[in-house]
């Protein structure tokens, strides 16, 4: 059971670094993203077992589109692996998965596969899990101004991608750089950030529990006096 005083609901990931990991050990940057798969799994099980309700995953920007297309093949296809192999992760542990971001720039097949996972998955309660796939902030809000206007709607949070998840309490930030990087910019408003040079192969349930050890110690005010 977790020992935690104040669990987060929804913990957001910037899982940076995955390149540098593969350097330091002279591999191809692949090698780092393939690795990161294991912390995305360490995680996910330790955010089951404290009582995490959301994980939000940032996987793919839209700016890495600008990548070398080899490093994109190999992103893609490490996502189209993960899809087929993890469902029964998901599954046993009651977690509902979910893509966020812009699906018209992902491959047939790759949409295809996770139109099936979110179906198998739809009804788990234990958590959701969301993995942020060719996504941006800005690119969310456009999306949102948009929809919202054909539609006459008031409230822009009923149009971005977000819709219905609460917006992130924590996100946690590793590999030494301190910044957005077109994250969810709107949601992440009254979020706390914890940013740790641990890159993301290297950041596992120790690392992860000294996360939320930090964010049970904040004082959040909302822009309130207490
Ligand atoms: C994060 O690791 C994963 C993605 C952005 C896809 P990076 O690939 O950015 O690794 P570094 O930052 O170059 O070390
Ligand atoms: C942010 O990492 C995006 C993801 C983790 C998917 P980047 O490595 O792309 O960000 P920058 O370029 O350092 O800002
Ligand atoms: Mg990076």
Wanted: aromatic share 12%; proline share 3%; charged share 30%.
């Amino acid at each position: 059971m977790s020992n935690i005083e104040v669990v987060p609901t929804h913990v957001a990931f910037i899982m940076d670094g995955n390149g540098r990991w593969a350097k330091q050990r002279g591999k191809d940057r692949i090698f780092g993203h393939f690795e990161g798969v294991e912390s995305v799994r360490a995680v996910m099980e330790e955010s089951v077992e404290t009582g995490v309700k959301y994980v939000s995953f940032f996987a793919f920007s839209e700016e890495n589109w600008n990548r070398p297309d080899a490093e994109v093949n190999g992103l893609m296809e490490l996502m189209m692996k993960c899809m087929v192999n993890e469902l029964h992760t998901f599954l046993d542990n009651g977690i509902r998965f979910r893509v966020l971001g812009d699906r018209s720039r992902l491959s047939k097949q790759l949409n295809e596969a996770i139109d099936s996972m979110e179906e198998a998955t739809a009804a788990c309660p234990r958590m959701t899990a969301i993995i942020f796939l060719s996504y941006s902030g800005k690119w969310d809000i456009r999306q949102a101004s948009r929809r919202m206007a054909e539609e006459g709607g008031s409230e822009i949070e009923d149009y971005l991608v977000t819709a219905g998840i609460p917006d992130p309490d924590l996100l946690i930030r590793t590999s030494g750089e301190k910044r957005i990087s077109n994250f969810m910019l709107w949601q992440l408003a009254y979020t706390e950030f914890v940013f740790t040079d641990i890159l993301w192969p290297d950041f596992r349930k120790e690392q992860y529990r000294n996360a939320l050890l930090e964010y049970a110690s904040r004082d959040r005010r909302f822009g309130k006096v207490k």
